[in-house]
């Protein structure tokens, strides 16, 4: 078998392969152009731990750039300053912020860029900065730690509180109201003997009869209220009637009252009458009296008038 | 039988054939009180005037005279035309009603009721005469009460007594200056009952 092997031609698709190969890495791995990207820059207060050169920076999850430069800030030495290129259809606006923020397990760190209002006007770098500025918030782990340290610091103010709060004196007390306290309870343990105990749990027992005697009840209780309603009507309309009968007897003393005025006016008029007859019936028998007073002196006078007539003065 | 009736006729005729005095009658009447100011108290009220009370002798019509301190006489030939009791009562009422003191004055015969009642007791209204006959005075003496009819009870009283000489001594001359003197008593009431009421 003539084993005729093209080296030249495997050469040629060996380095063709490779070359592709490499073409496809640089392709990949091919920085964006400077047409394409603009440069940003970012001042942590914070340790930048697991951030490296090339870290992705990401907006709302989506890698838009990368970090370029780490260094000190020159003019604030507590300060980290990040360049970073991000693309320019990148919406960076005033109130974009930058975000630390740890990518899973692996201590790895990139920038998470996080927009505020949509209104907001882009970003531009103001005078005297050579790139604009995005601001930054504190991290999860800044904010951690903050958090902790105000959590340490109140603990420690509340330990200190605790330590002054039981202080000697107040220990004493302490003390004394637990050795009251202990007393007391001794002398609930005494009281709560087997009887004490025994009784209670009778009176409990007596209670569930009552409870039960009461559940027994109720129903009695309700056929009673019943009863009570019906009778409270028959009562009423007993009152109704003795109300009518009253208001009847009202109306036949006033009428018996108008009677009696009548009566009584009449018995006036009639007594007045009799009065006026009784006056005449006076003036009458005065009369009468002293004509039989006449008579009796000298009874002839009937026909003859013999008495002596005395001539009153002044008469002839 | 007969003969007894013819005697009992003749006895009767021999009886109607004496003659008597004629009798002047005379009126009691106080001529009206006007022209007086009187106080407003009792210009809202109403007065019942009572029947006067009076000794027997002032219920007859008989006109009598004193003669002295104790001796009582009657004219023969002069009488009241009413009884005095009835007309001072008269008198009274009509001497009120001119006054306008009250709103409305009733005598006792009314049967309306009123807010005040006036009793009056007449103690003395005769024509006294001294031991000769010759000289002779009149005297009115009368008490007046006021009386509240709600209370039942007397608000005030008076008691007024006048004495008038009379011009001649005579039955007519009495009864002029009775009138006279009853007429100033009337006055004086009148004065005194304007401030009485409540």
Known sequence: MNNKVNYTLIGILVLFGLSMMFGFAYWMLKPSTDADTQKYLIYFNESVFGLNLDAPVKYRGITVGKVTRLRINPKNTEQVEVTVDILKSTPIKENTVAKLTAQGITGLTYINLTQGKNDAPPLRAKSGQKYPVIKTVPSFFEHFERSLGNVSSELSSTLAKTQQLL?????????????????????IDKLLDEKTVAHFQQSMNNLDKITYKVDHLIPTIDRFILKSIAWEKDITKSFDS????????????????????????????MSHTINNTMLESQ???????????ELKRNPSDILYKKTEQRKAPGER | MKNILLSFALLFVLGCSRTSPAITEYKIEASSIQNQNFQKSCEQKSLTVSQVFVSSSL??????????????????????????????????VKSLEGTNIFKTVDSYKSFSRSDYT?????????????????SSFVKVDISFSLIDNKTSKIVANKHIEKRLDVKEANAQSGVEALNEALKETLLEMSQWISGSCI
């Open chain 2, 118 to 134: 006036l009793e009056s007791r007449v103690d003395d209204f005769s024509q006294h005469f001294s031991e000769d006959e010759k």
């Open chain 1, 167 to 187: 202080n000697q004196k107040n220990q004493e007390e302490i003390s004394r109201l637990l050795q009251h306290s202990a007393n007391i309870m001794n002398k």
């Open chain 1, 283 to 293: 003036n009458m028998m005065i009369d009468l009296e002293s004509t039989l007073e």
């Open chain 2, 59 to 92: 219920m007859s019509k008989k006109m009598k005279y004193i003669v002295g301190k104790y001796k009582e006489y009657a004219y023969n030939e002069s009488a009241w035309a009413e009884n005095p009791n009835r007309a001072i009562s008269d008198a009274i």
């Open chain 1, 242 to 269: 003795i109300k009518d009968t009253y208001v009847n007897m009202d109306k036949t003393m006033d009428n018996m009252a108008v009677s009696f005025s009548d009566s009584a006016l009449t018995f006036e008029k």
